[in-house]
Nanobody
Framework: VQLQASGGGLVQAGGSLRLSCAAS????????VGWFRQAPGKEREFVAG????????YYPDSVEGRFTMSRDNVKNTVYLEMKSLKPEDTAVYYC?????????????????WGQGTLVTVSS
């Protein structure tokens, strides 16, 4: 499956942004999908996940309550709604899919990766 992330851009602190991850070559609902981000000079980190075959989501404490992940199975796309954005949310955001049905936060278990989309939050 091929993944295409989009929707990044420049937003002011406190603002909102929605990222999209569109899939081709496979049915995305069969996979658990995660969003990761990598800020300059930092390691890539997990920020959101949705389990395979359903809509159960999970988030780390750093974004809980501000980020919401969802699926649109008709469009074969997952979304990441980001609210109350902070300058520290600035990063390249990647979507990734894993065959593990319950998902994981560990990037080494994700099999397919999108190309990344840049989110910049100004103060």
């Amino acid at each position: 499956v091929q993944l295409q992330a989009s929707g990044g851009g420049l937003v002011q602190a406190g603002g909102s942004l929605r990222l999209s991850c569109a899939a081709s070559g496979g049915t995305l609902s069969r996979y658990a999908v995660g969003w990761f981000r990598q800020a300059p000079g930092k390691e890539r980190e997990f920020v959101a996940g949705i389990r395979g075959g359903g809509d159960s989501t999970y988030y780390p404490d750093s974004v809980e309550g501000r980020f919401t992940m969802s699926r649109d199975n008709v469009k074969n796309t997952v979304y990441l709604e980001m609210k109350s954005l902070k300058p520290e949310d600035t990063a390249v955001y990647y979507c990734a899919a894993t065959r593990l049905p319950l998902g994981t936060v560990l990037e080494q278990y994700f099999d397919y990766w999108g190309q990344g989309t840049l989110v910049t939050v100004s103060s």
